[in-house]
């Protein structure tokens, strides 16, 4: 597959389903949210629609976003996050979702770098992160004074990079 060809949504390792958000999910989404979530997400958004929804077995496990709207983003950049229920955790459901995430923006051929900005203490998002490749590029402190971990990924089409 080129690089300008986008990636559908349903996409699936087999494991792991990314579907687009249907109406509905919402309120699933949201009961989804335990302390975890709120200590690293906040309060978070009363009409969640996010990039996709992970699927496990059927079952909506979580979701995965992306967006392009912070002001620090650079043009060639777009911000990763993600959310996986207590209930599905500790299974690699979160790195697999990312690595699907990620192999639909290199389709999109929009993004060439995938950011990460992750809580310090947040331990399982940052094995996410450099799971899927992200490597450390700063240590910012946030607003509220946390210190946070600022990660970056290449956004590679792997079949397109085989040409170069
Ligand atoms: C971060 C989060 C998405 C990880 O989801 P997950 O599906 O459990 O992640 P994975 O199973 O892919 O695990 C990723 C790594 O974290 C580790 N991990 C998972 N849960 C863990 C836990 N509670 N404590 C320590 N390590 C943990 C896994 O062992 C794995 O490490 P490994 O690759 O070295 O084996 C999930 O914990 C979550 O939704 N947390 C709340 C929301 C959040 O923090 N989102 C990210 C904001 S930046």
Redesign the pocket.
Known sequence: MSASTPVPLPLTDGTVTLRATRDGDGATLIAGRDA??HR??GEGTPDPRPTAVIEVDGELA?WVDYDDERSWLEPHQCNV????FAT?????????AVRLLLELLAAQARYTEAT????AA????L??AT?VGATERDRPVNTDGRPEVFLVVPVVDPIAGLDA
């Open positions: 975890a979530f690293f997400m979580g996050g993600y959310h996986v599905h955790r500790g299974l690699g459901y979160a790195t697999r990460f900005v992750i809580d947040n331990g399982p998002s094995r996410v799971a």
